[in-house]
């Protein structure tokens, strides 16, 4: 059971928690109840109170004793014994189920509006009878003097069957275009509809003539809402013999006197979601409003919020049980939810317990936990980079830590770690996978690394356990289970190399390893003392010595050594005449490296130089300038000042400049007089 409470109004969610499946046998719902605490705390109220996948309608007949619902899939009918606390029975049908009516007192006499056009009764035993209405229906209302049933839908006709003559009558002509609900009222019987042009048309069946024309999607309109569209008329529900309140597609409620056309007061959902249901309590002159998202209880009079409920799924259709606090609805999820609010009136007789239950919690009251406030620490502050709102009316100060605005404390925690959501979800996701598997057979796995040394741990401890067995003793713990020895077998920097020498020289060793394990230990020493001894003896004989005192295991062990050793020589050798081979091909070639024009190469030191100058100031720029003679400020008469540069130039221009320099040297030495040349005035003949 979940308690939450707003504007001091304590409400108790009956169906909050986990539902086990059906298809759990009782054995296993017990032992899950014994393992799990929240199954075990939960409350079954009433036993599989909940459909296969959807709720569409929820309904309490008038004596109180069955509740009954409709959903798919399949689309099916359940009937809940209140006095049994569990299912009476259930009823598949042909087609989903739009909505539905009790006629009786009991359950004996139902009628289905279903999505194909089609009208179903059913009595005590079942199926009863079956029809079809000309067009497709949206709802309809039981008139108890005549016994008609008035269908409204797509269509601008109200179309009336009678019961009790079991025909249809001359069906009722409308202005409006489509229908979308209808109400009779139970003191005069004014039949009343919703059109999809946002009217109200008021009827009277006994003159079948229309008495009454009410403009809602205009009056729904006010300086504080705001509307996309036309508003029509989706829900309708009379109260007493004057009061009337109509449910717009766009999220209003309006609450009328029938002897006016302007509303009393019009109360805004602020979703934009259309009004599903509308239902009265009398004891505290409330409204009950739900659309899919939300239900709000309000006052009729001032139109002041009493409560509201928020469902974890969407809302398909509200049902408040008669002179109780219970309140019923039908979701878009499996489980029907009860709530229970006692403020609004005492439980039902047949769930009485309730009311000693909640006395008990309000007596022993738990810690409030603060919904719309987060308790954080200074650290967490300092982390989500608000610590500078310390002292301000943003944090309230509280023992350690301060109290602040959740809504605050998610955008700021989105702004400093945007991905925390993913992290937590795929965190989240990981634990869900390792509980799953740790509920599967579990079989031995070998780890990723040094999986053979692994195995053979596995098969010493078999071995070992064998003998403790025999001799009592006790298990020693295994290297597989040692946590100073984990990383071995997870980080791959501890595979065992098996191309190694180290490894191959000791291989035959430990394959050979047994009960005498210390034994041929020794024999490993000698091992060394052989091998210097086989390099002055010919190749493949044995000493004398060797061969007295080792057995033939011993020497079959030996002869495997001395084959890797073999091996490991001539790997060398084959490897140093691949490097020689490679060393005569290779042949060294010079580098050569791109330098961008206009530049020089001086040293690799000239680019570290160049990053220290940009980081340098202006002005530490500018007296270095002024210090390499590139820059030159002077003071004017005029009171400002004269700088002037020296384009730096490059080797390349610097090289140009001085051969040229040098090519105009030569020409003046080389360069030849032509003065003897000059011809005197009068010799000569003349040019032309």
């Not at 996309?228 to 309708?236: E, I, K, Q, R, T």
């Not at 003793?473 to 191309?499: H, I, T, Y």
């Not at 140009?656 to 003065?675: D, F, P």
Request: glycine share 4%; charged share 35%.
């Amino acid at each position: 059971m979940q308690v939450s409470s707003l504007n001091e109004v304590k409400i108790y969610s009956l169906s909050a928690g986990r539902s086990l499946p059906e298809w759990l046998s009782d054995r296993k719902k017990r032992a899950l109840q014994k393992k799990d605490v929240d199954i075990r705390r939960r409350i079954e109220l009433i036993q599989d109170f909940e459909m296969p996948t959807v709720s569409t309608k929820i309904k309490v007949s008038r004596d109180g004793q069955y509740i009954m619902a409709v959903g798919t899939y399949k689309p099916r009918i359940r009937c809940f014994d209140t006095y049994q606390l569990s299912q009476k029975f259930e009823r598949c049908l042909d087609s989903e189920v739009v909505t539905f009516e009790i006629l009786s007192d009991d359950y004996s006499k139902i009628v289905f509006l279903q999505c194909g056009r089609f009208v179903e009764f059913h009595s005590q035993h079942g199926h009863y009878y079956k029809t079809r209405i000309p067009k497709f229906g949206r709802d309809f209302s039981y008139h108890y003097p005549s016994c008609d049933l008035y269908f409204v839908g797509a269509s601008s006709e109200v179309y009336r069957l009678n019961l009790e003559q079991g025909r249809f009558l001359n069906s009722l002509q409308t202005d409006a275009s489509e229908s979308n609900a209808c109400d009779i009222n139970p003191v005069h019987f004014l039949f009343a509809m919703g059109t999809a042009e946002g009217k109200v048309e008021c009827w009277d069946p006994r003159t079948r003539n229309r008495v009454g024309l009410l403009d809602c999607a205009l009056s729904s309109v006010t300086a504080d809402t705001e509307i996309d569209g036309l508003p029509s008329v989706s829900a309708l529900k009379f109260d007493g013999a004057l009061n009337m309140a109509v449910g717009t597609s766009t999220g209003q409620v309006l609450l009328y006197d029938l002897r006016s056309s302007n509303p009393l007061i019009v109360k805004d959902h602020h979703y934009g979601l259309p009004i599903k249901s509308v239902q009265f309590q009398h004891q505290l002159d409330l409204i009950i409003s739900a659309d899919c998202r939300i239900i709000k209880m309000w006052n009729k009079d001032t139109g002041k919020i009493f409560t509201s409920m928020e469902p974890e799924y969407g809302i398909n259709d509200v049902c408040l049980y008669p002179n109780s606090g219970m309140l019923m609805t039908a979701n878009e999820a499996p489980k029907m939810n009860i709530y229970y609010i006692p403020v609004l009136g005492p439980a039902p007789k047949w769930c009485s317990f309730l009311d000693n239950l909640t006395e008990e919690l309000e007596e022993n009251p738990e810690t409030t936990v603060y919904d719309d406030y987060k308790f954080v620490t200074r650290q967490d502050l300092e982390n989500l980079g608000l610590a500078h709102l310390i002292g301000s009316s943003l944090l309230r100060a509280y023992m350690h830590g301060f109290f602040m605005d959740i809504r605050l404390y998610h955008k700021a925690k989105m702004m400093a770690n945007p991905f925390a959501y993913e992290e937590y979800r795929r965190e989240k996701i990981r634990q869900k996978i390792e509980e799953t598997r740790a509920q599967r057979v579990q079989l031995k796995k070998l780890p990723k690394v040094n999986k053979e040394l692994a195995l053979k741990l596995i098969e010493e401890e078999g071995e070992e356990q064998q003998v403790t067995r025999k001799r009592k003793q006790k298990n020693l713990p295994s290297l597989l289970k040692d946590d100073r020895f984990k990383v071995m077998f997870e980080n791959p920097d501890f595979q065992v190399d098996e191309q190694s020498e180290e490894f191959r020289l000791l291989n035959p060793l430990v394959s050979k390893i047994s009960e005498k394990r210390k034994r041929k230990l020794k024999l490993l020493e000698e091992l060394e003392a052989q091998e210097q001894e086989e390099e002055e003896e010919p190749e493949g004989k044995a000493s004398d010595a060797e061969s007295s005192e080792s057995s033939d295991d011993e020497k079959g062990w030996v002869e495997e050594v001395r084959k890797q050793r073999k091996l490991l020589r001539q790997e060398e050798k084959v490897k140093r005449q691949e490097r020689l081979k490679e060393d005569q091909q290779t042949s060294l070639k010079p580098q050569f490296f791109e330098i961008k024009e206009g530049e020089e190469f001086r040293s690799f030191k000239d680019s570290a130089k160049k990053q220290k100058l940009m980081k340098k100031t202006l002005g530490d720029r500018l007296k270095l300038e002024e210090k390499l003679g590139t820059l030159n400020v002077c003071d004017t008469t005029v009171g400002s000042k004269q700088a002037t540069f020296k384009l730096k130039k490059s080797e390349q221009q610097k090289k140009q400049q001085e051969a040229e320099k040098q090519h105009r040297q030569e020409r003046k030495t080389l360069r030849r007089s032509a003065s003897h040349l000059k011809s005197k005035r009068g010799r000569g003949r003349p040019f032309h």
